[in-house]
């Protein structure tokens, strides 16, 4: 009996932190002048490639800064959560290859969340993980032009892991593999949302691939109406 209550106990407590779980909203903002991007000149130059890309010669986009400062592709996520991962009934990410480029180029699934990749180029590709953390396979895979689906997943958490494409070394992606829900991916004028978080105090942590890989940090309470946190990246 005592027992029988106390599953009852849990499972109305983890009901009720379900239905007041609340949205935590922000924006990321770039201080500082970025270095100029590049021109992508293999891509430009490549004789089956370069015919997608006939106006002005592609560039990089390592920092991509909206017009008030927002740093779009920045990682916004709960710290210090582990083994929350509902990946394995996550819809597929998909990441589609298109004139010889990956896109998005920055993106984040979680632990056991099915990476799907697309070849929409009429070349072909190979997609070609590069781990750095133990637990998370390195993968090789050849895909031809129309040729089917590829699938990736990762096991353990891990920031900007590399996919590359060794036919076409200018390709490049970048996933964050996170072992919970909690996290998001900001837009073109650095906004995220991180829906349902259940009420508490986190600490949350944003991270980008150039300005601050190893993340910039602050403690936030999520309560029934909400929460809000705003990173600032400095550029020394």
Same mark, same amino acid.
């Given at each position: 009996?005592?027992?029988?209550?106390?599953?009852?106990?849990?499972?109305?407590?983890?009901?009720?932190?379900?239905?007041?779980?609340?949205?935590?909203?922000?924006?990321?903002?770039?201080?500082?002048?970025?270095?100029?991007?590049?021109?992508?000149?293999?891509?430009?130059?490549?004789?089956?490639?370069?015919?997608?890309?006939?106006?002005?010669?592609?560039?990089?986009?390592?920092?991509?800064?909206?017009?008030?400062?927002?740093?779009?592709?920045?990682?916004?996520?709960?710290?210090?959560?582990?083994?929350?991962?509902?990946?394995?009934?996550?819809?597929?990410?998909?990441?589609?290859?298109?004139?010889?480029?990956?896109?998005?180029?920055?993106?984040?699934?979680?632990?056991?969340?099915?990476?799907?990749?697309?070849?929409?180029?009429?070349?072909?590709?190979? /997609?070609?993980?590069?781990? =750095?953390? !133990?637990?998370? +396979?390195? #993968?090789? *895979?050849?895909?031809?032009?129309?040729?089917?689906?590829?699938?990736?997943?990762?096991?353990?958490?891990?920031?900007?892991?590399?996919?590359?494409?060794?036919?076409?070394?200018?390709?490049?992606?970048?996933?964050?593999?996170?072992?919970?829900?909690?996290?998001?991916?900001?837009?073109?004028?650095?906004?995220?949302?991180?829906?349902?978080?259940?009420?508490?105090?986190?600490?949350?942590?944003?991270?980008?691939?150039?300005?601050?890989?190893?993340?910039?940090?602050?403690?936030?309470? /999520?309560?029934?109406?909400? =929460?809000? !946190?705003?990173? +600032?990246? #400095?550029? *020394?």
């Amino acid at each position: 009996m005592k027992m029988k209550f106390a599953l009852t106990l849990a499972a109305f407590a983890a009901a009720l932190n379900l239905a007041t779980a609340a949205d935590l909203t922000g924006t990321v903002t770039l201080k500082g002048t970025p270095p100029p991007e590049k021109e992508i000149g293999p891509l430009k130059d490549d004789a089956t490639c370069g015919k997608f890309h006939t106006g002005a010669a592609p560039m990089t986009h390592f920092y991509s800064v909206g017009a008030n400062g927002g740093l779009a592709d920045a990682v916004v996520m709960l710290k210090g959560i582990t083994g929350k991962s509902t990946g394995a009934s996550a819809p597929a990410m998909i990441v589609d290859q298109k004139g010889c480029l990956y896109t998005p180029q920055i993106f984040a699934v979680q632990t056991g969340q099915t990476i799907t990749i697309k070849n929409s180029d009429p070349v072909l590709h190979n /997609v070609h993980s590069v781990p =750095a953390v !133990a637990g998370n +396979t390195e #993968e090789n *895979k050849a895909q031809m032009p129309g040729g089917a689906d590829l699938s990736f997943s990762f096991s353990k958490p891990e920031n900007f892991m590399k996919f590359k494409c060794d036919v076409h070394p200018w390709m490049f992606a970048w996933v964050t593999v996170v072992d919970h829900p909690w996290f998001a991916v900001t837009d073109k004028d650095g906004k995220f949302t991180i829906k349902d978080v259940p009420p508490g105090k986190y600490t949350v942590t944003a991270l980008h691939r150039k300005g601050a890989p190893a993340g910039v940090e602050q403690e936030v309470e /999520v309560k029934a109406d909400g =929460a809000k !946190a705003d990173f +600032t990246i #400095e550029l *020394k």
